[in-house]
């Protein structure tokens, strides 16, 4: 809420966040199973409630256009839309067959299939509810135009910063969760290094 206050209306060309759905996910226990097991997370309490109406609020105030993943959870603060996406994870498991995002553009909803594996890539499950890279480089190449400046009030794993890196979109964001904050900017680091060398 502070770094949204800072900005005047519209500033942002497009917002993309995933905020907390307060379904509980903040963390995980190891799977055992034989074919490959979830990767343990610490449960630190963060998803316990979805954002207040203040926040979509300011997120609507200071962005153009919106992407909202989870926004299943947040319809009543949400005007309508015809523009959902469906994440189809690709796999199907014991967690969920994909996820929801709404989107402010009037076009066709749209289903992406990027498998759960992606999310491998670029050094690593680093955060619970991670996106693959690959996850936002399509939302990028459907929906942002050149020189869009772009916002990410939830920064995780960073997946969006290595996605707009990437493309040479200007992005802000924030993330409250210092152990979070330090993984992502290692992420985000140890990938612009690499592509340094190239």
């Known amino acids: 809420m502070e770094l949204m206050a800072r900005y005047p209306d519209n500033y942002f060309d497009l917002a993309i966040v995933d905020p907390p759905y307060g379904i509980g996910f903040d963390g995980s226990r190891k799977s055992t199973s034989k074919h490959g097991g979830r990767k343990e997370y610490k449960f630190k309490g963060w998803d316990k409630k979805i954002p207040n109406e203040k ?15 989870g926004a299943n959870y947040f319809t009543k603060y949400l005007p309508s839309s015809m523009g959902w996406l469906f994440w189809d994870k690709g796999q199907r498991i014991c967690n969920s067959d994909g996820e929801l995002a709404y989107t402010s553009f009037q ?3 749209r289903v992406v299939e990027y498998n759960r594996c992606e999310i491998q890539k670029f050094g ?37 910063a290595i996605a707009c890196h990437d493309y040479g979109f ?9 152990e979070y904050f330090d993984l992502a900017m290692k992420r985000i680091n140890n990938h612009m290094a690499q592509t340094k060398l190239f």
């Open 55 to 69: 926040y979509f609020n300011e997120l609507f105030r200071i962005s153009k256009n919106q992407i909202i993943w």
């Open 107 to 109: 076009q066709a909803l």
């Open 124 to 160: 690593g499950a680093i955060h619970p509810t991670q996106k693959p890279v690959a996850l936002y480089k399509w939302i990028l190449n459907k929906c942002a135009k050149e020189n869009d400046k772009i916002l990410d009030t939830h920064l995780g794993s960073g997946s969006i």
């Open 170 to 178: 200007d992005l802000t964001a924030c993330e409250l969760d210092k």
